[in-house]
């Protein structure tokens, strides 16, 4: 029989293990780290892991301290919950902030892309679990990294446009990567990639079966801090030789990849409406209207973005990618898009100018002037 002394200390032990575990699942972001390998796990499951300020200051000084840590030779990124990776930026957060004047619609953008940059250019291995509901912000935390890694549960889309916003966190540079005319098609309508299909365009490196992911893990837990990037591609290489799983299956935009090159080919947004148009098929009256349902400036400079972003580094692309965040946040239509999609969720946004014909060269150039010295994002 348990003497009082020992029972009190039971029941105190009882309870400070139940305020870890409470203080763990308050905790956004969670750090961790297993032999040489460091885990960072996005830890807002009831909000699909969505990135907010707070989530990427403790990130980013995170990831600095592993890249000159001698016993950290990989860093791995997931989200907790089974439903998603990251379904985006907390953007409902920055428009209210951007009508206040709150400096959060300046800070957030900016050192998320400081943020991006970094994984961009990480010096050790970088390996993103992509799986589940990857968009918006979640690609910035993932397609820029040295390996991504998408399951069966992965969906990925930049839905940007249809939120008055545009295909940022580095879109402009990775975009425009993807064969043929992909990146403008996926960034002007929003399409939905999901399983081996994200891996099939290049956003994805690796597909793994999602019942694999913690034997994955564990094979990278056994590597040494002096691990190279070829022997954590090796083991990621095995895993995916390892999933069948659908394997059999055709890549979903397969039969329309001659009409995307064709029809997405334009310079310019009426050019592509023109093509559309004159096509007639059935495919080509399907994206015609889903892109009248976008905003018309999104678009515009979205296609811009992408076909001047060819040629550029990240950094660049950032760059003018923060200059195009602000003018958004000044503009009608991400506040409207926002309201329409996430607040009120109607589904009827309201865009100004209503088509692609009003939106003037004049305007989309202001969106890609440069902003006071003082407020550019430097890199």
Not at 351 to 371: N, Q
Request: proline share 4%.
């Amino acid at each position: 029989m348990l003497t009082r002394p020992l029972l009190r200390l039971k029941v105190l032990q009882k309870h400070l293990r139940m305020a870890r575990m409470s203080s763990q699942a308050e905790e956004e972001v969670l750090f961790e780290t297993k032999g040489s390998a460091a885990f960072i796990t996005l830890n807002r499951p009831k909000a699909l892991n969505a990135l907010n300020l707070s989530m990427v200051r403790k990130i980013y000084p995170q990831l600095q301290k592993w890249e000159t840590d001698s016993q950290v030779g990989l860093v791995l990124i997931k989200g907790a919950g089974g439903k998603a990776f990251c379904a985006g930026g907390d953007i409902r957060a920055v428009t209210e902030a951007g009508r206040k004047g709150d400096p959060l619609s300046q800070n957030f953008f900016k050192e998320e892309y400081i943020l991006n940059h970094k994984i961009g250019n990480y010096k050790k291995p970088y390996i993103a679990l992509i799986d589940g509901i990857t968009m918006g912000g979640g690609v910035g935390l993932s397609v820029h990294g040295m390996f991504r890694v998408a399951t069966e549960k992965t969906m990925f889309a930049m839905p940007e446009t249809a939120i008055g916003l545009f295909p940022d966190v580095g879109g402009g540079h990775f975009l425009p990567q993807l064969p043929g005319k992909m990146g403008v098609f996926l960034a002007l309508t929003g399409f939905r990639l999901k399983s081996r299909d994200v891996k099939s365009v290049g956003v994805a490196t690796h597909f793994v079966e999602a019942a694999k992911i913690p034997e994955l893990e564990e094979r990278l837990v056994r590597l040494t801090s002096a691990v190279s990037p070829a022997e954590v591609e090796a083991i990621l290489n095995d895993f995916q030789n390892q999933s069948k799983l659908d394997s059999d299956k055709e890549f979903v935009l397969q039969p329309h990849l001659a009409d995307i090159d064709r029809l997405f080919a334009g310079d310019s947004m009426e050019e592509i409406f023109t093509s559309l148009e004159k096509d007639g098929s059935p495919w080509a009256t399907k994206q015609l209207e889903t892109l009248k349902k976008m905003s018309p400036t999104s678009m515009k400079i979205s296609l811009r973005l992408l076909l001047e972003g060819k040629g550029q580094s990240l950094a660049e692309d950032l760059q003018v990618e923060y200059r195009l965040s602000q003018r958004c946040v000044e503009d009608k239509d991400f506040h409207e898009g926002v309201r329409a999609v996430l607040i009120e969720k109607d589904g009827n946004p309201k865009w100004s100018p209503d088509s692609i014909e009003k939106v003037t060269a004049e305007k989309v150039d202001y969106y890609f002037s440069p902003l006071d010295a003082k407020r550019e994002l430097t890199l």
